[in-house]
């Protein structure tokens, strides 16, 4: 079985490391486990007993670094550990001022990373050499992998699960959680000039209506007239709190359907473009490569069953 090993510190983010362990234990495909270099550690309310000392790392396929106090020393010997998984290949993913434990390891030197937007002038600052990203959910490097702060670090946890396991068992895990599937990593964290509704509010009846009609052929006048604003004013409002245009959107919903049916059925190629909302297979099978970065049927053989 898959193990994923939490690695928590004194000054850990009890929600950061609770994430984790909710998203890959329900799915009853992983074995999740808190480790760390002390057995005891403090986070600001409550003292938390650690079963596994660090050696749990040398077995662990996925390490999860979840947020800590940004002005932590991280020890030595959770430095090397962290090094020596990522030598034998394990992924190593954080969540929020993770990062920062992760960027004292020296391995996202030269790579784009992200973490919560308040926390990412200084990651830029006492990090250079580091991408920052301070616009996105979550960074997937492959074998590296940082999410921006609270919910975030469920859309990272569901999209590993994605990775590993296919898009029907991360719905699952993420109908568990009560969380939308449909957050994708290059989604804003919603830090842009506020809308006059709570951020994020104002398009959710339109996503949800979007995601019912998918299979339509929806042009952007539709969703306009859907959300009651011009189209001019619905592309800005999208961008500001989605970070994408609604067309993209809508090409991700559709693949996000397709990708269920190709696991969940034995319909054809064609027929499944079709049902989605796709003018031609062609087209669908372009868009869906473009999005899932493999083919429909090698997406199929993957993870049917």
Not at 138 to 159: E, I, K, P, R, W
Not at 233 to 240: A, C
Request: a neutral charge.
């Amino acid at each position: 079985m898959h193990t994923v090993a939490v690695v928590v510190m004194d000054s850990v983010v009890p929600f950061d490391f609770a994430v984790p362990i909710e998203a890959f234990s329900r799915t009853g495909l992983y074995r999740t486990e808190l480790c760390g270099p002390k057995r005891t550690v403090k986070s600001e309310l409550f003292d938390l007993k650690v079963p596994h000392g660090l050696e749990l790392l040398s077995d662990a396929d996925t390490v999860v670094l979840p947020g800590h106090a940004a002005d932590l020393v991280v020890p030595a010997p959770v430095v090397e550990a962290v090094r020596a998984a990522a030598a034998r290949g394990a992924r190593i993913a954080s969540i929020c001022s993770g990062t920062f434990v992760f960027a004292a390891t020296g391995l996202l030197d030269g790579l784009r990373a992200t973490t919560h937007w308040l926390a990412a002038p200084e990651l830029a600052e006492r990090y250079p050499e580091i991408d920052v990203d301070p616009n996105v959910l979550y960074v997937d490097n492959g074998q590296f992998l940082t999410s921006a702060g609270a919910a975030a670090g469920l859309d990272l946890c569901l999209h590993m699960i994605r990775r590993d396991h296919g898009s029907a068992v991360a719905a699952d895990a993420a109908r568990l959680a009560v969380m939308p599937l449909e957050r994708e990593g290059g989604q804003a964290q919603f830090i842009v000039t506020p809308p006059a509704t709570p951020q994020g509010a104002e398009l959710e009846p339109l996503l949800r209506w979007m995601e019912e009609h998918a299979e339509r052929d929806l042009t952007l006048e539709d969703l306009a007239r859907q959300a009651g604003m011009s189209t001019r004013t619905l592309n800005r409002r999208f961008r500001e709190q989605t970070g994408t245009t609604p067309v993209q959107w809508l090409h991700r919903a559709r693949v996000r359907r397709a990708q269920h049916l190709l696991e969940t059925t034995k319909d054809s190629v064609e027929l499944i473009a079709s049902r989605v909302g796709f003018g031609s297979a062609t087209a669908f099978r372009d868009r869906f490569k473009r999005i899932a970065g493999t083919s429909p049927q090698s997406y199929r053989a993957a993870f049917q069953g």
